[in-house]
């Protein structure tokens, strides 16, 4: 039981981890003003939801009764500048265009669909169809390596990326010490356990050799 307490805590310790080193399946570089178009192409054609987020936090959602993005989903910095490339969202097609970029709209997005099922009354769980890196950048930075604020901001997001790095290392060190540790004291305790368990069957041997000894030396005495 204890081992698996310990692959247990083992694998949930490592899953964030892990999560912490996950790359996007492509990177758009676009440049302040434009327009650019976020990919998400769902299997089949009965989206029943679609959850656009940036950075871990939603910021449009759709549902295929409405081709708009609901209010209460809508963060303030989209409003207006996000459609769906197919108001019908038709053959899976999820794709958002947005509009009139700017530097703060980089970031990490993804793409997450709910499918209907053959059971009208039932739908399948949100499944992450893509993720994205969108990098807005300055007329000069791109294809090129950036100087000024936005050199530092790259360079920023290289230091976090190691920071991020060294922490999944810690975190996997720290992991592999804890079972270390489970098991060392999950033996420990065992070990007594069976000590005790072979004590008394030991006791009663040498009481049994004692009680013959006694009976010997009885019959030697008459």
Not at 100 to 110: A, H, K, L, P, R
Not at 111 to 138: A, D, G, Q
Request: hydrophobic share 35%.
């Amino acid at each position: 039981m204890a081992p698996l307490v310990s692959v247990f805590l083992l694998c949930v310790c490592l899953t964030p981890a892990f999560q912490g080193f996950a790359s996007a399946d492509e990177t758009i570089t676009v440049k302040p003003g434009e327009t650019v178009t976020l990919p998400c192409e769902a299997p089949g054609n009965a989206i029943k939801l679609t959850r656009w987020r940036k950075d871990n936090k939603t910021f449009c959602l759709y549902r295929y009764s409405n081709s708009q993005c609901e209010k209460d989903h809508l963060l303030p910095s989209f409003k207006g500048r996000v459609d769906l490339k197919d108001p019908q969202m038709a053959d899976g097609d999820a794709s958002v265009v947005l509009y009139n970029v700017t530097v703060n709209d980089t970031g990490t997005y993804e793409c997450r669909v709910m499918m209907k099922t053959i059971k009208r009354s039932l739908v399948s769980p949100e499944k992450l169809i893509n993720t994205i890196f969108l990098k807005v950048v300055l007329d000069e930075c791109v294809g090129q390596n950036c100087s000024g604020k936005d050199g530092g901001e790259e360079e920023k997001g290289e230091k976090d990326g190691g920071e991020e790095r060294q922490r999944a290392v810690g975190i996997i060190v720290v992991c592999v010490f804890a079972v270390v540790v489970v098991v060392v004291i999950y033996r420990s305790c065992n070990r007594p356990s069976e000590y005790i368990y072979q004590q008394p069957a030991a006791a009663a041997a040498a009481a049994a050799d004692d009680d013959d000894d006694e009976a010997a030396h009885q019959v030697c005495s008459v």
